[in-house]
């Protein structure tokens, strides 16, 4: 059997453990995100399965055997779950985008908001050639998912598709962007950082654009 003074411990450390977690989960937020990935639901799901089960086997005082297998397997098996779910992924600022708006053919209305400092400047991008290279010149440049968010924001892009349901935003930091929105009525969306040069922010602010006050 379990020794007494550590079940009557881990009664306790196990739903202790159980409350602080979901009170973390609760002030973090990241469950109550639109984009938030199944499988940290169902690792969060297992997490709190795997501690009632354990639980409930050392109150009804299951053999020692049971007990320590539940708990192997728990802390074994977490660690690994969570980087298969949560490790970064690396791909392009084309891919990242639907082909659509990539390709600037579906485009009704395209502009960009400068954030940096007051007054605020924003320029109208009328010409489809415009359109094309701002989106396209820097559709190599390489991006790997992350949830640590812009510390800044310098710009940001305005895309409205061929209806108002089709509709995406970028937002520009110096090493890292922000892709949300909606086409066709999927979401589209991702945090990245930028591995080598933000080729993005070079192609606006190398760019000559009409920007204007307001």
Excluded at 63 to 74: D, P
Excluded at 181 to 201: C, T
């Amino acid at each position: 059997m379990v020794d007494e003074r550590l079940r009557k411990a881990l009664l306790l450390v196990l739903p202790t453990l159980t409350v602080v977690t979901l009170i973390g989960v609760g002030l973090s937020g990241m469950y109550f995100k639109d984009d938030v990935e199944v499988g940290n639901i169902v690792l969060l799901i297992s997490l709190i399965g795997a501690a009632l089960l354990t639980f409930l086997s050392l109150l009804f005082r299951k053999k020692a055997k049971g007990v320590t297998g539940i708990v192997l397997v728990f802390v074994l098996a977490v660690p690994v779950l969570f980087y298969f779910v949560n490790k970064p992924t690396t791909t392009s600022f084309g891919a990242a985008l639907p082909d659509e708006i990539i390709s600037a053919e579906v485009i009704s209305e395209m502009k960009i908001y400068s954030e940096r400092g007051r007054p605020f400047k924003s320029v109208t991008l009328e010409n489809p050639d415009e359109r094309k290279r701002i989106l396209q010149k820097p559709s190599t440049m390489t991006l790997v998912t992350s949830d640590e968010g812009l510390p800044q924001h310098l710009y940001s892009i305005w895309i409205q598709g061929d209806s108002y349901e089709n509709e995406i935003q970028i937002i520009v930091g110096q090493e890292a962007i922000r892709i949300l929105g909606s086409i066709d009525g999927e979401d589209v969306g991702g945090e990245y950082e930028i591995e080598g040069g933000n080729r993005l922010l070079q192609v606006i602010e190398n760019g000559e654009l009409d920007w204007k006050e307001g």
